[in-house]
């Protein structure tokens, strides 16, 4: 059962538009969600995180909202460019004590391409 | 540069046979984490090492076993190899002060071909 779910394997957008990237999740202990970026022949590298306890987070082009009832986030990107065509992997932890980081659960993912 | 270091890149095997994969996670960081990612999947959870003990197991088959040593470096081993375990298997680390984030640093991974 995936935990995890980016229902849109691709999403085309052209460059300059809005790309909004979707992701639900159905597991209710999850209280922390990350977006990660991967190009070809590279690792996934982080890109944007948000908490439970808020709904909105910003970082330059980069916001990410979530809707806790719902369990569903999404990733916008405004304007989009050319270098952010990559795949967007969707991924949420659950804190845990004791020490050290969680690991993380991801979805499929969804390849994300701006054409110009 | 994540400063995660996997090797080998690339290895291409035959069925049954064995191999291992090895990791060195990025300077201090104490937990390790192994995904595999097959082809039109994403990234499944394997394995997590933290400071040398297993911490979490995720959908790990009997076949693969893991360790990480004193030095914090890791090793995946994948014995008996099916075609099925083809898959891009990357190594992810995280550092202390980042309890709680989940944010991983991940490697380039090793692309496994069984022939």
């Given at each position: 059962?995936?935990?995890v779910k980016?229902?849109?394997?691709s999403?085309?957008?052209?460059?300059?538009r809005?790309s909004?990237l979707?992701?639900?999740y159905?597991?209710?202990?999850?209280?922390?969600?990350?977006?990660?970026?991967?190009?070809?022949a590279?690792?996934?590298?982080?890109?944007?995180?948000?908490?439970?306890i808020?709904?909105?987070n910003?970082d330059?082009?980069?916001?990410?909202f979530?809707?806790?009832?719902?369990?569903?986030?999404?990733?916008?990107?405004?304007?989009?460019?050319?270098?952010d065509?990559?795949?967007?992997?969707?991924?949420?932890?659950?804190?845990?004590?004791?020490g050290?980081?969680?690991?993380?659960?991801?979805?499929?993912?969804t390849?994300?391409?701006?054409q110009? | 540069?994540?400063?995660?270091t996997?090797?080998?890149?690339?290895?291409?095997?035959?069925?049954?046979q064995?191999?291992t994969?090895?990791?060195?996670?990025r300077?201090?960081?104490?937990?390790?984490?192994?995904?595999?990612?097959?082809l039109?999947?994403?990234?499944?959870?394997?394995?997590?090492?933290?400071?040398?003990?297993?911490?979490?197991?995720?959908?790990?088959?009997?076949?693969?076993?893991?360790q990480?040593?004193?030095?914090?470096?890791s090793?995946?081993?994948?014995?008996?190899?099916?075609l099925?375990?083809?898959?891009?298997?990357?190594?992810?680390?995280?550092?202390?002060?980042?309890?709680?984030?989940?944010?991983?640093?991940?490697?380039?991974?090793?692309?496994?071909?069984?022939l």
């Amino acid at each position: 059962d995936q935990q995890v779910k980016q229902n849109s394997p691709s999403l085309s957008v052209q460059e300059g538009r809005i790309s909004i990237l979707n992701c639900d999740y159905t597991n209710s202990m999850f209280d922390y969600f990350l977006w990660y970026k991967k190009y070809p022949a590279e690792g996934p590298t982080f890109l944007i995180s948000i908490s439970s306890i808020k709904d909105k987070n910003e970082d330059g082009r980069f916001t990410v909202f979530l809707n806790k009832s719902a369990k569903h986030l999404s990733l916008h990107i405004v304007p989009s460019q050319p270098g952010d065509s990559a795949v967007y992997f969707c991924a949420a932890s659950v804190k845990r004590s004791g020490g050290g980081a969680d690991g993380l659960t991801f979805g499929k993912g969804t390849h994300l391409i701006i054409q110009p | 540069d994540s400063g995660v270091t996997q090797t080998p890149k690339h290895l291409i095997t035959a069925t049954g046979q064995r191999v291992t994969l090895r990791c060195s996670p990025r300077s201090g960081d104490l937990s390790v984490y192994w995904y595999q990612q097959s082809l039109d999947q994403g990234l499944q959870f394997l394995i997590q090492y933290y400071n040398g003990e297993e911490r979490a197991k995720g959908n790990i088959l009997e076949r693969f076993s893991a360790q990480q040593f004193p030095d914090l470096h890791s090793e995946l081993n994948l014995s008996s190899l099916e075609l099925g375990d083809s898959a891009l298997y990357f190594c992810a680390s995280s550092g202390t002060r980042l309890v709680g984030t989940g944010e991983l640093f991940f490697g380039e991974g090793s692309r496994l071909t069984v022939l």
